[in-house]
C-alpha cells in the first residue's frame, strides 16, 4: 500500500502544482509530513470496512491540510513583506540623511529582497544585478565595493563577483 500512496501523493502534488501553484503543492506535502499520523489514519478510515471505501474522510481531512498549507504560506509571506517594507524605509531613511545615495538605496533593496525569499545558501552574480539594475559593470562594481567599504555587503566570491547583503546590516534594517 505505501508504493501506491506515495504515488497517490505525487499525482496529487503534480496537480496541485498545475492547477494551483508550486508553494500550494509543496506546503501540502510540508503539512502531510508534519503530521503524518493523521494521514495515514484517514487511509485507516477510508479503507475500514464499515465505512465501504467512502472518500469523503480522506478528502475532507487533505482540504484541511491544503488550507493548513496555505495559511502557513500566507503568514510567512505577510511576515516577508512586513520585514520588506521595514527594510525599504530604513534604506530611505538613510538615503534622506545623506548616509546612502539613491544608487546605493536601490541596490541594496535588490540584496534585501533576494535576501528575504531567495533560497538560503542561493547567490545572487554581479552580472545578475547588472541586468537587473541596467547599471554599467563599471558603476555597478562602483557602488557595490562601497556598500562593501560600509560594511553593508560582504564579498562570497572573487571570481565570478559575489556579494550578499551583510547579516548584521540586514538585521538592522528590519528591527524598524
Known amino acids: 500500500m ?4 506515495r504515488v497517490g501523493r505525487y499525482l496529487l502534488f503534480q496537480f496541485l502544482a498545475q492547477n494551483l501553484d508550486n508553494f500550494s503543492a509543496i506546503s501540502l506535502a510540508y503539512t502531510i509530513n508534519k503530521q503524518k499520523t493523521t494521514y495515514y489514519d484517514i487511509f485507516e478510515l477510508t479503507s475500514h ?13 487533505m482540504l484541511k491540510f491544503l488550507v493548513t498549507g496555505q495559511q502557513t504560506i500566507l503568514a510567512d509571506l505577510t511576515e516577508k513583506k512586513q520585514q520588506i517594507r521595514n527594510i525599504e524605509q530604513s534604506i530611505q531613511d538613510f538615503i534622506n540623511q545623506g548616509m546612502l545615495t539613491a544608487e546605493q538605496g ?7 529582497h533576494f535576501h528575504r525569499f531567495a533560497p538560503k545558501d542561493s547567490n545572487f552574480s554581479q552580472i545578475q544585478l547588472a541586468q537587473a539594475v541596467q547599471y554599467s559593470r563599471r558603476k555597478l562594481d562602483t557602488i557595490a565595493n562601497e556598500l562593501h567599504q560600509k560594511g553593508m555587503l560582504q564579498k562570497v566570491q572573487q571570481k565570478p563577483l559575489i556579494y550578499t547583503m551583510a547579516t548584521d546590516y540586514l538585521d538592522i534594517l528590519s528591527q524598524r
Request: glycine share 8%; charged share 10%; hydrophobic share 45%.
Open 49 to 61: 470496512p464499515h465505512n465501504q471505501g467512502e472518500a469523503t474522510f480522506f478528502c475532507l481531512q
Open 106 to 112: 536601490e541596490i541594496l533593496n535588490i540584496f534585501a
Open 2 to 5: 505505501m508504493g501506491t500512496v
